[in-house]
């Protein structure tokens, strides 16, 4: 009877863990832990530059809808004499001047307007508008000063793309060289 005592007090008796245990234990969390912050930061990651594709896809969505609203509705100013002043007074690679029927401020007055939209030196989108003032019955003049807003972020050069912001075409489709 006091051998099954003493076994019965050894099988109680605990003695806590091993070092080898210990050691398996610290390298199986320093594994999970490993993985968990892994993939943490990877998630964080890919969530911040999706917000941030995001974010300018939108603003360059905005900026061309305002750019393709004001080309689709240029129009030419009729002048003194019986003459009409070109729609598009100016088209360089990084800028296009031209007078539009599209009013971005207001939906009452439909008076002209004359565009800019220019790659500015810190490389952003503007658009700059001046509206025109009654000269005589049917003509008007761009004498006013000039509202200038920006479009939006940062512009690819065309040095380092190697195509050009701005690319015109004539009526049959053959492209303009801009500046000539």
Known sequence: MSAVRRLVARARRDDGVSLAELLVAIMVFGIVLTVVSTTFVSLTKATAQARFIDANTRVASNGLNDLTRTIRAART??????????????????????????????????????????????????????????????????TS?????????????????GTPLFTYLDFTGKTLTPDA
């Open 145 to 161: 000063p000039a509202t200038t807003r920006t479009l939006g972020g940062t512009v690819v050069t065309a040095a380092s793309s």
């Open 77 to 142: 100013i009729a002048q003194p004499g019986g003459t009409e002043a070109s729609s598009f007074t100016l088209a360089t690679t990084e800028a296009l001047t031209l007078t539009t029927a599209v009013n971005t401020a207001d939906s009452v007055t439909t008076v002209p307007r004359r565009v800019t939209f220019r790659v500015e030196a810190d490389r952003t989108l503007s658009s700059s508008t001046v509206v025109a003032t009654p000269l005589q019955t049917d003509f008007w003049q761009f």
